[in-house]
T-cell receptor
Framework: EAGVAQSPRYKIIEKRQSVAFWCNPI?????LYWYQQILGQGPKLLIQFQNNGVVDDSQLPKDRFSAERLKGVDSTLKIQPAKLEDSAVYLCASSLGTTGELFFGEGSRLTVL | AQSVTQLGSHVSVSEGALVLLRCNYSSSVPPYLFWYVQYPNQGLQLLLKYTSAATLVKGINGFEAEFKKSETSFHLTKPSAHMSDAAEYFCAVSEASGYSTLTFGKGTMLLVSP
C-alpha cells in the first residue's frame, strides 16, 4: 500500500514570496491533515479536512495560509506572503476514521530567508 | 481542551538499559493516547495507541506504555535500548468522541550510547 506522498521535500524562498505544498493521501482515507512542525517543537495542526469539507482550521493563519482539498483526495497548502517564522516542516497526514491513528508523509521542509 | 506534557526534551541511555519516556495528559473527556516516533528527515510513525481497551499497550520494536487514569500518565518504556531506537518520540492525545484533533507534546529526543 502506498503511503502519504508529499512534494516538494525541500523549498527555500525569500520572505514575502509564495510557496505551495502538495499532498496525496493514502487511497480511501477520508480525513486529511496539515501540521506545522517548527524545529524543537511538536507538530501543530493547521487544518483538518473530512472529505472536501474543513473540520478544523482554528490554528491556520488565514491572512497568509490557505489550503484546499479538491474532490476529496489531493490537497495543497499555500503560503503567501511567507514570513521568516514560517520556516518549518509541513507534514501531511491522513486517516481512515477519526480515532487519531494518523499516517504521515515525510514532510516538506521550508526555509524562509 | 486537551494537552500533553512530555517531561525532558532529551533522555540519554546506554545500549541495553531501560528506556522510560514520560507523558502526562490533560483531557476533559476520556482520551485516546498515542506514541509516535520520528527518525531524522522522516515523517512520524505510530508506535502504539491506547483506545480504552487494555491499559497496558504493546507496540512495535519492543515498546509498551501503560495508561494510568489516576496519574493522567501514559509513559513509554522499553526494557533494553538498542542503538536503532535513537529518535524523537512524541506523545499525543485526542478525545474519544466525534471529530477530535490529535494534539502532540513537544517531543523527547532519545539518545543511545554504546
Amino acid at each position: 500500500e502506498a503511503g502519504v506522498a508529499q512534494s516538494p521535500r525541500y523549498k527555500i524562498i525569500e520572505k514575502r514570496q509564495s510557496v505551495a505544498f502538495w499532498c496525496n493521501p493514502i487511497s480511501g482515507h477520508a480525513t486529511l491533515y496539515w501540521y506545522q512542525q517548527i524545529l524543537g517543537q511538536g507538530p501543530k495542526l493547521l487544518i483538518q479536512f473530512q472529505n472536501n469539507g474543513v473540520v478544523d482550521d482554528s490554528q491556520l493563519p488565514k491572512d497568509r495560509f490557505s489550503a484546499e482539498r479538491l474532490k476529496g483526495v489531493d490537497s495543497t497548502l499555500k503560503i503567501q506572503p511567507a514570513k521568516l517564522e514560517d520556516s518549518a516542516v509541513y507534514l501531511c497526514a491522513s486517516s481512515l476514521g477519526t480515532t487519531g491513528e494518523l499516517f504521515f508523509g515525510e514532510g516538506s521542509r521550508l526555509t524562509v530567508l | 481542551a486537551q494537552s500533553v506534557t512530555q517531561l525532558g526534551s532529551h533522555v540519554s541511555v546506554s545500549e541495553g538499559a531501560l528506556v522510560l519516556l514520560r507523558c502526562n495528559y490533560s483531557s476533559s473527556v476520556p482520551p485516546y493516547l498515542f506514541w509516535y516516533v520520528q527518525y531524522p528527515n522522516q515523517g512520524l510513525q505510530l508506535l502504539l495507541k491506547y483506545t480504552s481497551a487494555a491499559t497496558l499497550v504493546k507496540g512495535i520494536n519492543g515498546f509498551e506504555a501503560e495508561f494510568k487514569k489516576s496519574e493522567t500518565s501514559f509513559h513509554l518504556t522499553k526494557p533494553s535500548a538498542h542503538m536503532s531506537d535513537a529518535a524523537e518520540y512524541f506523545c499525543a492525545v485526542s478525545e474519544a468522541s466525534g471529530y477530535s484533533t490529535l494534539t502532540f507534546g513537544k517531543g523527547t529526543m532519545l539518545l543511545v550510547s554504546p
